[in-house]
């Protein structure tokens, strides 16, 4: 990362890679959310939370790739574990609002040291739902969210409507294979899709080792570097099994892994 993205997402929270990973991989995590759908008929494709990567050795390879840690050390250190992950993929026309909130008021993160990187699985665009941003909120405290039950949505919860001034909204058009990263205090939401198009995205939340995570409610990997001592357990990597899992390039090394 240069120093000016840096400087970027310190002043307004937010900050865009482009290309970060290959189109080969992308068409995976496109094959991967196809699977995903086939294997959990009973799931909103918005809904796709940690507890299924914990046993998925193609989700723990994405984020684990060596590109997406390399951007996420930037901003938390070189000792970088995964908090937890979430694909938020909105089917054409049906697919669900976000509403306005801040990550980290939902998080159990003693301190609240995180990065979150956006990864576009598919082009994302204003008339599919892309992620929305108020730039520089990250500098205001963390606030509670209410439920909300009025509108169709993905979290069920949402800021007070006095603490956000959406005039200042911008749009985060990315291409598939980019990422954006955003700081746990900005206030983000998006838009339902309806577009003809789907909208497909992975939150990946990284930490530093030194973070405790203070309840089970993630998928916990130790990725590069070091554990804290009595900080934090993580998970074995997964293993491929053929016939259980998603094939994928490389899975033979994640058999006995």
């Not at 799931?43 to 914990?54: C, I, K, N, V």
């Amino acid at each position: 990362m240069t120093q000016g993205l840096k400087e970027s997402y310190e002043r307004d929270g937010y900050v865009i890679v482009r290309k970060a990973i290959d189109q080969d991989l992308v068409h995976e995590a496109q094959a991967h959310v196809r699977w995903l759908i086939e294997k959990n008929p009973e799931t909103r494709p918005e809904q796709f939370h940690a507890e299924l990567a914990r046993q998925d050795p193609f989700w723990v390879r994405l984020v684990s790739d060596n590109r997406l840690v390399d951007v996420a050390a930037q901003f938390v250190g070189e000792n970088v574990a995964l908090f937890a992950t979430h694909y938020i993929c909105k089917p054409p026309r049906t697919g669900q609002a976000v509403l306005w909130h801040q990550d980290g008021s939902y998080w159990p993160l003693d301190p609240m040291e995180v990065v979150t990187l956006w990864l576009a699985v598919s082009d994302s665009t204003p008339e599919n739902g892309c992620m929305r941003v108020i730039p520089a909120t990250h500098h205001m405290a963390l606030k509670d969210v209410e439920a909300r039950t009025d509108v169709d949505n993905v979290l069920g919860s949402a800021l007070r409507p006095e603490l956000v001034d959406d005039s200042r909204a911008i749009d985060i058009v990315l291409k598939a294979g980019d990422v954006s990263i955003h700081h746990p205090n900005l206030i983000h939401g998006s838009e339902a899709n309806h577009s003809p198009d789907w909208r497909m995205g992975l939150t990946i939340r990284y930490i530093p080792t030194s973070t405790r995570i203070t309840k089970d409610v993630g998928a916990p990997f130790l990725l590069r570097g070091r554990a804290v001592p009595g900080v934090n357990t993580y998970l074995p990597r997964p293993r491929f099994t053929p016939g259980i899992h998603m094939p994928f390039r490389g899975s033979e090394k994640w058999m006995n892994s």
